[in-house]
């Protein structure tokens, strides 16, 4: 693994990098970075403000990232008008790069510190909705125990797992924490995530899928009672049919 040296080394490259760029107006971090909270497994989150098209500048790091810092990978996670770049460089040394126009160049989140460059007021990133958070948990609860009875033990493993994950993101957003990859999770107090262990599928046996299953049901119902309890009393018996014995 890289470390920390390394890390904060590559950050002021990619800095000095920035600043040479002349299409490069602005530059900030975004993350742990930002906020004088990272660790020793922390990466490199970097925004840069973009004047004129994208393309270019993207084009240009790209291949600056292969050729001169030896990128092993990299892949793209569009977002409106802006474009992450994710690369994955030896030592697993990872850096999340935003190009965005200059216009939208500014905090949307408490994550960030400009470096250079001049930042616009923008609307903050919208909080993980409710009602579809809680429509995909009931969705993997079905198509979980579905999958249980058509025998199909891998997919009914994918959907309790995932449907564990929205729970949590509903608690997180109950209690105000951050709701989306789990980041507001290590918050959740233990009388909440203790029950979620027995959502953990052991095997892909049938009769652990309808264990796990029931679980995750319980856990979903219980989250349901705090976040709407009139909805609650709408979806808990038809939760408890999926919870129970797979009947033919």
């Given amino acids: 693994m890289f470390s920390v040296e390394e890390r904060d080394c590559l950050r002021d490259r990619l800095i000095q990098f920035a600043e040479a760029d002349e ?17 020793r497994w922390s990466d490199t989150d970097l925004v840069l403000a973009v ?19 030896g990128a092993l990978h990299h892949w793209d996670l569009p977002a409106d008008r802006r474009i992450i770049r994710v690369f994955l460089l ?32 923008l609307a903050p ?18 198509h ?11 997919q009914a493993e994918y959907w309790i797992s995932a449907l564990r994950d929205h729970v949590v993101a509903l608690a997180c957003l ?12 290590h918050l959740l107090p233990a009388i909440m995530t203790a029950p979620l262990e027995a959502t953990l599928v052991r095997s892909v046996a049938a009769s652990e899928l309808r264990r796990a299953l029931k ?3 319980a856990v979903l119902t219980d989250e349901l009672e705090q ?4 909805l609650a009393a709408r979806l808990s018996p038809m939760l408890a049919e999926l919870g129970g014995k797979s009947q033919e």
């Fill in 144 to 154: 979980a125990h579905i999958c249980i009875r058509r025998g199909r033990e891998w």
């Fill in 215 to 217: 679980a995750a049901v």
């Fill in 227 to 230: 976040t709407d309890s009139r």
């Fill in 51 to 69: 004047h004129g098209e994208l393309a270019v500048p993207l084009s240009r790091w790209t291949q600056w990232f292969h050729g001169e810092l």
């Fill in 23 to 39: 299409t490069v107006t602005g530059a900030a971090l975004t993350g742990s970075q930002a906020t004088g909270h990272s660790d």
């Fill in 125 to 142: 990133f919208p909080q993980a909705d409710r009602d579809t958070l809680i429509g995909l948990a009931w969705h993997h609860a079905l």
């Fill in 174 to 185: 109950r209690l105000g924490y951050a709701a989306v990859h789990a980041k507001g999770a």
């Fill in 90 to 121: 030896p030592g697993w040394l990872e850096v999340d790069l935003t190009f965005c126009p200059e216009e939208e160049f500014g905090p949307r989140g408490p994550q960030w510190r400009t470096i250079f460059g001049e930042e616009r007021t």
